[in-house]
Antibody, heavy 124, light 106 residues
């Protein structure tokens, strides 16, 4: 059974770059032709999809964040990562990683399973 | 841009049926997925592709989608179903979530 676990600094200063890693266990990140996503949730608010990556390295980002987001994958470590640059207080949120699933390895995707999430606070 | 509209809250007595809606322009032409999120926990997929259930999700959870409204139906509601519920679609190369609905079990 695949499990995902986010890791990274819980506190980032404004204007700096937020960096998180998602470690996949219970299966190879390269098997099954899955995509892998990052999703965030500010406290008390709804969910926002950030972007996804395929194990080939191809990516797809939320247009509202595209200029600041980079998602990468390291298949040798069974991990994928998120970098969000020029952060502000508005980027304070719980960040989740998730596996993307679809019927034909093409959109539309649904997310299953999710990691437990990690809180990132942007503050000086 | 595409917008998904959910009621902020729905209340239902135990044993009754809860219906949570997700509105969007011609949403019936899209594939809708639903997630349950309990306080302090990650979301869990409860319905995908409008009406399919992942393994381990009770048959009490069902979904439908037509016209401008998708609906998550929870039959024989239990206290443990109290949670936030989110709908999700893919549109214009991006994934979108509804604002979420808090289900309260009276």
């Amino acid at each position: 059974q695949v499990q995902l676990q986010e890791s990274g600094p819980g506190l980032v200063k404004p204007s700096q770059t937020l960096s998180l890693t998602c470690t996949v266990s219970g299966g190879s990140i390269s098997s099954g032709s899955y995509y892998w996503s990052w999703i965030r949730q500010p406290a008390g608010k709804g969910l926002e999809w950030i972007g996804r990556i395929y194990t080939s390295g191809s990516t797809n980002y939320n247009p509202s964040l595209k200029s600041r987001v980079t998602i990468s994958v390291d298949t040798s470590k069974n991990q994928f990562s998120l970098k969000l640059s020029s952060v502000t207080a508005a980027d304070t949120a719980v960040y989740y990683c998730a596996r993307d699933v679809s019927a034909y390895q093409l959109p539309p995707f649904w997310f299953d399973p999710w990691g437990q999430g990690t809180l990132v606070t942007v503050s000086s | 841009s595409y917008v998904l509209t959910q009621p902020p809250s729905v209340s239902v007595a135990p044993g009754q049926t809860a219906r949570i809606t997700c509105g969007g322009n011609n949403i019936g032409s899209k594939s809708v997925h639903w997630y349950q999120q309990k306080p302090g926990q990650a979301p869990v997929l409860v319905v995908y592709d409008d009406s399919d259930r992942p393994s381990g999700i009770p048959e009490r959870f069902s979904g439908s989608n037509s016209g401008n409204t998708a609906t998550l139906t929870i039959s024989r509601v239990e206290a443990g179903d109290e949670a936030d519920y989110y709908c999700q679609v893919w549109d214009s190369s991006s994934d979108l979530f509804g604002g979420g609905t808090k289900l309260t079990v009276l």
